[in-house]
């Protein structure tokens, strides 16, 4: 086992040096990169997207531009037409800009340069924010740590009792009626029903139970630690919900038909011939070669609902977490969060996923992976 790790580990490196590479290779041929960006600012053409860019940067470019153009500097049309809208403009702004950018070096050596800044774990400044990228992930894990843990532990909390009770009780009246809600949960999209539930109980036209934005309410910091606990959780309720009604479905069918898939398999016949109760084969027996399936597919789910999933529940509840983090940063090209981003995520899920082969062994200890090259 230990040699399998050790190769995996090592295959991070090529999956990770690659994944960086074609999204390099994306970005560079995408229009509307940063240079771009501040033009478009500059001249008061910027998007709401672009709304929130703030300190230094677009200051200091601002003071360029205006003393660029009132000493009369003369265009260079050869220079400009490389970038939209920056016809007029001073050839020596664009220039100052391409610097500040760290775009007056040719991509190869930018993309090197960035992967090196990497391996040192150096993921660099934000563009348009005045703070590290590490800083600025660290800033909003909090969030994405708070949906995808409580979603991720629910989902999984109530799918597989639910599906083995559903494949136990295949075809009957309960299988039935559950499946109803299944489907229900399988048609309503998580951001439409967190919009039904701020309409019936967040103060949207019924009951105000619930508060609408936050993590937490003012005065936090005064409150004890049962307290915090509470409100915590009060904040929590509804976006949480929100989730695991849209996560529940799938991971409930897929429960159930992998239990379905065993339970007619012969072990299990004649462990029943010999005697054993429903429960010993349940879970002796049949729950570790079923849960295979499910765990194979948990990184997956985690890394979904952790980041991409919670982009509108984030947006709706107003909670500030990494996935609207990594939208704002792909709307602002700001490359330096993006890449750095999706470095963390990739590495994060490259890590689940051999977690996930670890768990393998433990469930079930006649897998081996030793003999795999």
Same mark, same amino acid.
């Given at each position: 086992?230990?040699?399998? *790790?050790?190769?995996?580990?090592?295959?991070?490196?090529?999956?990770?040096? @690659? *994944?960086?590479?074609?999204?390099?290779?994306?970005?560079? %041929? /995408?229009?509307?990169?940063?240079?771009?960006?501040?033009? /478009?600012?500059?001249?008061?053409? @910027?998007? +709401?997207a672009t709304a929130r860019i703030s300190g230094s940067t677009g200051a200091e470019v601002g003071a360029d531009l205006n003393s660029s153009m009132t000493e009369g500097k003369s265009v260079s049309s050869s220079l400009n037409s490389k970038y939209r809208g920056a016809q007029g403009l001073p050839p020596e702004f664009i220039e100052e800009m391409e610097k500040q950018f760290g775009f007056d070096k040719p991509a190869h050596e930018r993309?090197?340069?960035?992967?090196?800044?990497?391996?040192?774990? +150096?993921?660099?400044?934000?563009?348009?924010?005045?703070?590290?990228?590490? +800083?600025?992930?660290?800033?909003?894990?909090?969030?994405s740590i708070s949906l995808g843990l409580w979603s991720t532990l629910i989902i999984y909390l109530i799918s597989i009792p639910l599906g083995i009770k559903k494949a136990v009780k295949d075809g009957e009246k309960f299988d039935v009626w559950s499946s109803g809600i299944i489907f229900v949960g399988y048609a309503i999209p998580s951001f439409l029903f967190a919009i039904l539930l701020i309409i019936v109980f967040a103060g949207g036209r019924y009951l105000d139970w619930f508060p609408l934005r936050g993590l937490t309410s003012d005065g936090f910091e005064d409150m004890n630690v049962i307290q915090q606990i509470l409100d915590y959780a009060w904040h929590m309720v509804l976006p949480v919900a929100a989730m695991v009604v849209s996560g529940f479905a799938g991971l409930t069918m897929l429960t159930k038909n992998s239990f379905l898939d065993e339970i007619n398999k012969q072990y299990v016949l004649t462990a029943r011939a010999?005697?054993?109760?429903?429960? /010993?084969?349940?879970?002796?027996?049949?729950?570790?070669? %079923?849960?295979?399936?499910?765990?194979?597919?948990?990184?997956? /789910?985690?890394?979904? *609902?952790?980041?991409?999933? %919670?982009?509108?529940?984030?947006?709706?509840?107003?909670?500030d977490g990494l996935g609207l983090l990594g939208f704002e940063s792909t709307i602002n090209r700001d490359y330096p969060v993006m890449f750095g981003t999706l470095f963390i995520f990739t590495l994060m899920g490259l890590i689940l996923k051999l977690v996930s082969d670890i768990t393998y062994v433990l469930v079930d200890p006649r897998i081996s992976f030793e003999g795999k090259s």
């Amino acid at each position: 086992m230990f040699n399998y *790790i050790l190769r995996r580990l090592l295959l991070m490196i090529p999956t990770l040096f @690659g *994944i960086i590479l074609i999204n390099f290779m994306i970005v560079q %041929a /995408a229009p509307g990169g940063p240079v771009e960006q501040m033009i /478009a600012k500059m001249q008061g053409l @910027g998007s +709401d997207a672009t709304a929130r860019i703030s300190g230094s940067t677009g200051a200091e470019v601002g003071a360029d531009l205006n003393s660029s153009m009132t000493e009369g500097k003369s265009v260079s049309s050869s220079l400009n037409s490389k970038y939209r809208g920056a016809q007029g403009l001073p050839p020596e702004f664009i220039e100052e800009m391409e610097k500040q950018f760290g775009f007056d070096k040719p991509a190869h050596e930018r993309f090197f340069l960035m992967v090196w800044n990497y391996l040192q774990f +150096d993921f660099g400044d934000s563009y348009y924010r005045d703070v590290g990228v590490i +800083d600025l992930i660290f800033e909003k894990m909090p969030v994405s740590i708070s949906l995808g843990l409580w979603s991720t532990l629910i989902i999984y909390l109530i799918s597989i009792p639910l599906g083995i009770k559903k494949a136990v009780k295949d075809g009957e009246k309960f299988d039935v009626w559950s499946s109803g809600i299944i489907f229900v949960g399988y048609a309503i999209p998580s951001f439409l029903f967190a919009i039904l539930l701020i309409i019936v109980f967040a103060g949207g036209r019924y009951l105000d139970w619930f508060p609408l934005r936050g993590l937490t309410s003012d005065g936090f910091e005064d409150m004890n630690v049962i307290q915090q606990i509470l409100d915590y959780a009060w904040h929590m309720v509804l976006p949480v919900a929100a989730m695991v009604v849209s996560g529940f479905a799938g991971l409930t069918m897929l429960t159930k038909n992998s239990f379905l898939d065993e339970i007619n398999k012969q072990y299990v016949l004649t462990a029943r011939a010999k005697g054993l109760g429903e429960k /010993a084969v349940l879970y002796k027996h049949v729950f570790r070669n %079923a849960m295979l399936i499910v765990i194979v597919g948990f990184p997956s /789910a985690f890394m979904s *609902i952790f980041f991409t999933g %919670a982009l509108l529940i984030e947006v709706i509840f107003s909670l500030d977490g990494l996935g609207l983090l990594g939208f704002e940063s792909t709307i602002n090209r700001d490359y330096p969060v993006m890449f750095g981003t999706l470095f963390i995520f990739t590495l994060m899920g490259l890590i689940l996923k051999l977690v996930s082969d670890i768990t393998y062994v433990l469930v079930d200890p006649r897998i081996s992976f030793e003999g795999k090259s």
